[in-house]
């Protein structure tokens, strides 16, 4: 089931709220029990098949979590760390089968000329979640940081809908106190008015700006396959389609998870924080996907030896980090390079950073506006190149499109714009500016999507800063609050979310897919 | 610290349950009004039938029951009939000689495949149908598909069977799903700024939600006219009694050289059908085709083939292109050998200028209104029609 869909919004989260706070006044373990199996559904509404699977995955994580704390107890280090090591194992057996089996045939195929064949396997939803979720819970299990094993608390904090498919990846110390708290239960206008507020505008990104710009995205990326050669316009204006619908796909899934969890009560950590404003890579990771970024430092780059055991081996498990990065988003070539390629960029932006500070500079030091203004659109050219290879299908069409962006292919703008500027355009070619038979994949809406997109992206402030008056989400960073679009609930406000909301609810005809489902 | 957060929901709410609610209720209404339901288009063949008025059954994309239970009922009078998509639709009785009586039954989206068999079934099913005219239309890539010619009942009681059948109900959540979306609230919205200009409001709202059309009125030529479509009332849309489109509905083009221009790039559809099929006709249907002449010979007729008009100057633009030029040239060359060798008649009407059509008698790039295909047959009868009304087609004086 998809958040931007008439049963969902309509039919599944009106009555699953209303089981949730009638059941509460029951029974608090009836209301969970119930929010859990309503999760179930909605995982089993695309395909019931995966239900077994999810249910087996959790009950094992589960037993291992009290085995390995039970063991925590007897003081059995030996016994701990090898279950802990089976546990880990079958989790990423479960993954690599699901997720990788077929990439590694194909890959050893093209190698070693052979055929193997495991037939197709179908990928279960949030797979790459709810097993990364768990193997968190089980190293904090080992390392007795875990204090609540209530099964049913368990089951509704690895399955809770607003986050099984396509996250954020939450951890148990912020969710597990969350279900066992008495005021989570109780019903709350106030949860419920921030909740809608923030589900409607995720709603509006999604449904408005990702689904608007997508449509500009496929002819671009799918052309240098069917033999097209792109101009510089058209491999540009796909790279910046697919930038800015990858971010309002995401944002406004991320926004609709935070809102839907919020009307539960149920508070998520933040997980998107307005990354292409961001200076440099290093303050990138920190604001996209922020939830993966935590996860992958605190199981991966930290136990690596994150930067304790010098430089050059801190570049290393940098590297090592975001190449497994990259892979957790999908069993492709492709992904790994842009994992590999995000890995230079923060090996280079590091290596920058303790030569400004060998040099006696600061670089936590504000910014002039110039420098800050410069270093975001640098920082934005890079993550749109990494986005090319991570949207690109083949290694093949990811260096046809950058070729074509770097010029490589020629400055020629489309005829069509010829006729339609009328003087401007003649007077632009006087002036020696070619117009010329393009394919045409990239046409004057589309450019007045990418400038409306940006201006968006760069100068609004993003739903936590209009929210911030009401906690919207865990972990949010410290900044300068907005004055102007800080959110009350007021007449205007009401009008404002009827507007998103409705405009919103009418395109969900054209409805897809979320992009991180994918993962 | 919850009033102003109640009062901010029951305002979100109440806005939400004036807008969506009545939204959804009326579009449902309309929507089971319209989509899938042929008593509509059994009651504008009926009102056509009676009046000889102007009309169609929704949707306007959809036209194959309408279109078909309308030659079921003119096929006893009629000897011939014109094929294809909208693309034919403008053609008139008055592009024929008053010796012929025609019945358009070009529909929206039609392939030259599917007129091949709808014609062939007329064959055998009406001998008294003698001349078949048929688009050759390489625009939309029609003669360059290699379609399997399919088998076709054209009767009218499949046609309401096939519209009747299960596959093509609509089930009701998507119907749901259809009433919340945006063309259908910007559907609903005109309609609700027609009754606003119209002098009897009540009456204007309830003919589009409670009745089964329109009320009778009458064009600017006198023609009656109704609509059984909740869109473009009062505004003579729809099919004339001989079948011809009055695209009504649709402006003229103002601006060619921008349409032109963009309908030679690359991504056009136009570029593409030369492109990907280098302009080679499709052999199956020409030898389909060729059987159709012959067949339509034997029995005192003929099939009279053309090429649609496209915009002035637009073919020239494609014939001036450096690539694509040779493509539509060897399109051009294949079928004059062809319908030589088969002793058939073309008429190659592409460079509409050549027949005195102007822009503003298109709507688009390859939609031409009755005018224009009326200058561009004139010629044609001039050159075939005997003195005692017989025609004589002839390949020889036509490509």
Same mark, same amino acid.
């Given at each position: 089931m998809l958040f931007n869909s008439y049963g969902f919004i309509f039919l599944y989260l009106p009555a699953v709220l209303l089981g949730f706070f009638w059941?509460?006044?029951?029974?608090?373990?009836?209301?969970?029990?119930?929010?859990?199996?309503a999760?179930?559904?909605?995982?089993?509404?695309?395909?019931?098949?995966?239900?077994?699977?999810?249910?087996?995955?959790?009950?094992?994580?589960?037993?291992?979590?009290?085995?390995?704390?039970?063991?925590?107890?007897?003081?059995?280090?030996?016994?701990?760390?090898?279950?802990?090591?089976?546990?880990?194992?079958?989790?990423?057996?479960?993954?690599?089968?699901?997720?990788?089996?077929?990439?590694?045939?194909?890959?050893?195929?093209?190698?070693?000329?052979?055929?193997?064949?495991?037939?197709?396997?179908?990928?279960?939803?949030?797979?790459?979640?709810?097993?990364?979720?768990?193997?968190?819970?089980?190293?904090?299990?080992?390392?007795?940081?875990?204090?609540?094993?209530?099964?049913?608390?368990?089951?509704?904090?690895?399955?809770?809908?607003?986050?099984?498919?396509?996250?954020?990846?939450?951890?148990?110390?912020?969710?597990?106190?969350?279900?066992?708290?008495?005021?989570?239960?109780?019903f709350n206008y106030e949860n419920l008015s921030v909740g809608l507020t923030i589900f409607f505008i995720g709603l509006f990104k999604k449904v408005v700006?990702?689904?608007?710009?997508?449509?500009?995205?496929?002819?671009?990326?799918?052309?240098?396959?069917?033999?097209?050669?792109?101009?510089?316009?058209?491999?540009?204006?796909?790279?910046?389609?697919?930038?800015?619908?990858?971010?309002?796909?995401?944002?406004g899934?991320?926004d609709m998870?935070?809102g839907l969890s919020r009307m539960f009560g149920?508070?998520?950590?933040?997980?998107?924080?307005?990354?292409?404003?961001?200076?440099?890579?290093?303050?990138?990771?920190?604001?996209?996907?922020?939830?993966?970024?935590?996860?992958?430092?605190?199981?991966?780059?930290?136990?690596?030896?994150?930067?304790?055991?010098?430089?050059?081996?801190?570049?290393?498990?940098?590297?090592?980090?975001?190449?497994?990065?990259?892979?957790?988003?999908?069993? @492709?070539?492709?992904?790994? /390079? *842009?994992?590999? #390629?995000?890995?230079?960029? =923060? &090996?280079? %932006?590091?290596?920058?950073?303790?030569?400004?500070?060998?040099?006696?500079?600061?670089?936590?030091?504000?910014?002039?506006?110039?420098?800050?203004?410069?270093?975001?659109?640098?920082?934005?050219?890079?993550?749109?190149?990494?986005?090319?290879?991570?949207?690109?299908?083949?290694?093949?069409?990811?260096?046809?499109?950058?070729?074509?962006?770097?010029?490589?292919?020629?400055?020629?703008?489309?005829?069509?714009?010829?006729?339609?500027?009328?003087?401007?355009?003649?007077?632009?070619?006087?002036?020696?500016?070619?117009?010329?038979?393009?394919?045409?994949?990239?046409?004057? @809406?589309?450019?007045?999507? /990418? *400038?409306?997109? #940006?201006?968006?992206?760069? =100068? &609004?402030? %993003?739903?936590?800063?209009i929210m911030?008056?009401f906690?919207?989400?865990?972990?949010?960073?410290?900044?300068?609050?907005?004055?102007?679009?800080?959110w009350q609930p007021s007449i205007r406000a009401a009008l404002a979310v009827w507007l998103l909301g409705f405009v919103a609810i009418i395109n969900l005809n054209r409805q897809?897919?979320?992009?991180?489902?994918?993962? | 610290?919850s009033t102003p957060h109640r009062r901010f929901l029951l305002l979100l709410t109440a806005c939400f349950g004036v807008t969506l609610l009545p939204v959804f209720a009326l579009n449902l209404m309309l929507l089971n009004d319209?989509?899938?339901?042929?008593?509509?288009?059994?009651?504008?063949?009926?009102?056509?039938?009676?009046?000889?008025?102007?009309?169609?059954?929704?949707?306007?994309?959809?036209?194959?029951?309408?279109?078909?239970?309308?030659?079921?009922?003119?096929?006893?009078?009629?000897?011939?009939?014109?094929?294809?998509?909208?693309?034919?639709?403008?053609?008139?009785?008055?592009?024929?000689?008053?010796?012929?009586?025609?019945?358009?039954?070009?529909?929206?989206?039609?392939?030259?495949?599917?007129?091949?068999?709808?014609?062939?079934?007329?064959?055998?099913?009406?001998?008294?149908?003698?001349?078949?005219?048929?688009?050759?239309?390489?625009?939309?890539?029609?003669?360059?598909?290699?379609?399997?010619?399919?088998?076709?009942?054209?009767?009218?009681?499949?046609?309401?069977?096939?519209?009747?059948?299960?596959?093509?109900?609509?089930?009701l959540l998507d119907r749901m799903r259809d009433a919340l979306s945006y063309p259908r609230v910007a559907s609903l919205f005109a309609i609700f700024k027609?009754a606003l200009?119209?002098?009897?409001k009540p009456?204007?709202l309830r003919?589009h939600f409670s009745?089964?059309?329109?009320?009778?009125?009458?064009?600017?030529?006198?023609?009656?006219?109704?609509?059984?479509?909740t869109?473009?009332?009062?505004?003579?849309?729809?099919?004339?009694?001989?079948?011809?489109?009055?695209?009504?509905?649709?402006?003229?083009?103002?601006?060619?050289?921008?349409?032109?221009?963009?309908?030679?790039?690359?991504?056009?559809?136009?570029?593409?059908?030369?492109?990907?099929?280098?302009?080679?006709?499709?052999?199956?249907?020409?030898?389909?085709?060729?059987?159709?002449?012959?067949?339509?010979?034997?029995?005192?007729?003929?099939?009279?083939?053309?090429?649609?008009?496209?915009?002035?100057?637009?073919?020239?633009?494609?014939?001036?292109?450096?690539?694509?030029?040779?493509?539509?040239?060897?399109?051009?060359?294949?079928?004059?050998?062809?319908?030589?060798?088969?002793?058939?008649?073309?008429?190659?009407?592409?460079?509409?200028?050549?027949?005195?059509?102007?822009?503003?008698?298109?709507?688009?790039?390859?939609?031409?209104?009755?005018?224009?295909?009326?200058?561009?047959?004139?010629?044609?009868?001039?050159?075939?029609?005997?003195?005692?009304?017989?025609?004589?087609?002839?390949?020889?004086?036509?490509?």
């Amino acid at each position: 089931m998809l958040f931007n869909s008439y049963g969902f919004i309509f039919l599944y989260l009106p009555a699953v709220l209303l089981g949730f706070f009638w059941l509460a006044r029951v029974s608090h373990a009836f209301a969970a029990g119930w929010l859990a199996l309503a999760s179930l559904f909605f995982y089993g509404y695309w395909n019931p098949a995966y239900i077994g699977l999810l249910l087996g995955s959790i009950s094992c994580n589960y037993a291992f979590g009290l085995w390995i704390a039970k063991a925590g107890v007897r003081h059995d280090e030996r016994c701990k760390k090898q279950l802990l090591a089976v546990a880990i194992t079958a989790n990423l057996a479960l993954l690599a089968y699901y997720k990788y089996a077929n990439f590694f045939v194909g890959s050893v195929n093209s190698i070693a000329g052979t055929q193997w064949s495991l037939g197709e396997i179908i990928l279960p939803l949030g797979i790459s979640f709810f097993t990364f979720t768990q193997i968190a819970f089980l190293v904090d299990t080992w390392q007795g940081k875990v204090k609540e094993y209530n099964f049913i608390h368990y089951l509704l904090f690895v399955t809770y809908f607003p986050h099984l498919i396509a996250g954020p990846v939450l951890h148990h110390r912020e969710m597990m106190p969350q279900f066992a708290l008495a005021s989570t239960y109780r019903f709350n206008y106030e949860n419920l008015s921030v909740g809608l507020t923030i589900f409607f505008i995720g709603l509006f990104k999604k449904v408005v700006l990702a689904d608007g710009l997508a449509v500009y995205v496929g002819p671009v990326f799918a052309a240098p396959a069917a033999g097209v050669q792109l101009s510089f316009i058209d491999a540009w204006g796909g790279a910046l389609c697919y930038t800015l619908q990858l971010y309002f796909d995401f944002s406004g899934y991320s926004d609709m998870a935070i809102g839907l969890s919020r009307m539960f009560g149920v508070v998520l950590p933040l997980n998107f924080h307005s990354p292409y404003k961001s200076v440099n890579i290093i303050e990138f990771w920190r604001r996209w996907h922020m939830t993966l970024s935590r996860f992958l430092r605190d199981y991966l780059y930290i136990p690596l030896g994150g930067n304790r055991k010098g430089k050059a081996r801190r570049y290393l498990n940098l590297m090592a980090t975001m190449l497994l990065g990259g892979l957790w988003h999908g069993a @492709g070539w492709t992904f790994v /390079i *842009w994992g590999g #390629l995000h890995g230079l960029y =923060l &090996a280079v %932006n590091n290596g920058w950073q303790s030569l400004r500070r060998a040099l006696g500079q600061d670089p936590a030091k504000p910014l002039s506006l110039t420098m800050h203004a410069l270093s975001v659109l640098v920082t934005f050219l890079a993550v749109v190149a990494a986005w090319v290879v991570f949207r690109a299908d083949d290694p093949a069409t990811a260096t046809a499109m950058l070729k074509a962006m770097a010029g490589m292919n020629g400055f020629i703008l489309p005829d069509a714009w010829l006729a339609r500027w009328g003087a401007f355009g003649s007077w632009l070619s006087a002036q020696g500016v070619a117009f010329g038979a393009t394919n045409n994949l990239i046409m004057g @809406g589309t450019i007045n999507w /990418i *400038w409306i997109s #940006l201006l968006i992206v760069w =100068l &609004a402030p %993003n739903t936590q800063q209009i929210m911030a008056s009401f906690r919207p989400a865990l972990d949010v960073p410290a900044g300068a609050p907005v004055a102007r679009l800080r959110w009350q609930p007021s007449i205007r406000a009401a009008l404002a979310v009827w507007l998103l909301g409705f405009v919103a609810i009418i395109n969900l005809n054209r409805q897809s897919a979320f992009l991180y489902f994918q993962f | 610290m919850s009033t102003p957060h109640r009062r901010f929901l029951l305002l979100l709410t109440a806005c939400f349950g004036v807008t969506l609610l009545p939204v959804f209720a009326l579009n449902l209404m309309l929507l089971n009004d319209t989509l899938g339901n042929n008593r509509k288009a059994l009651l504008a063949s009926q009102w056509q039938q009676r009046t000889r008025g102007i009309t169609y059954a929704p949707t306007l994309s959809d036209t194959h029951l309408f279109k078909t239970l309308r030659l079921n009922d003119r096929l006893a009078e009629i000897d011939t009939v014109v094929f294809g998509s909208s693309t034919a639709m403008g053609i008139t009785r008055q592009a024929f000689p008053d010796t012929l009586r025609i019945y358009n039954y070009a529909q929206s989206g039609q392939a030259l495949s599917t007129a091949i068999a709808e014609a062939e079934y007329l064959q055998q099913h009406a001998p008294q149908v003698k001349w078949l005219v048929i688009p050759l239309d390489w625009s939309l890539g029609f003669i360059y598909t290699p379609d399997p010619v399919p088998a076709a009942d054209i009767s009218a009681a499949t046609a309401l069977q096939q519209a009747q059948a299960p596959s093509r109900r609509i089930p009701l959540l998507d119907r749901m799903r259809d009433a919340l979306s945006y063309p259908r609230v910007a559907s609903l919205f005109a309609i609700f700024k027609s009754a606003l200009r119209a002098e009897d409001k009540p009456a204007a709202l309830r003919g589009h939600f409670s009745q089964d059309g329109g009320d009778d009125y009458l064009c600017a030529d006198g023609t009656a006219a109704k609509d059984f479509d909740t869109i473009h009332r009062d505004t003579c849309t729809g099919f004339r009694f001989d079948g011809s489109a009055t695209f009504a509905n649709s402006s003229r083009v103002g601006n060619a050289r921008s349409l032109i221009l963009s309908a030679t790039v690359s991504s056009s559809k136009y570029h593409q059908s030369l492109a990907l099929t280098k302009g080679a006709p499709d052999a199956l249907l020409l030898q389909r085709l060729a059987a159709l002449g012959e067949h339509a010979a034997r029995n005192s007729g003929g099939v009279i083939l053309f090429l649609p008009p496209l915009l002035p100057g637009m073919e020239t633009e494609f014939l001036r292109h450096p690539q694509l030029a040779a493509y539509l040239q060897n399109t051009k060359r294949t079928l004059d050998e062809w319908a030589r060798r088969h002793h058939l008649a073309i008429l190659d009407a592409g460079q509409s200028e050549r027949f005195g059509c102007r822009a503003d008698e298109f709507i688009d790039e390859h939609h031409a209104v009755a005018s224009c295909y009326e200058k561009i047959f004139r010629p044609f009868w001039r050159n075939v029609l005997r003195p005692d009304g017989s025609i004589n087609l002839s390949a020889d004086n036509l490509m």
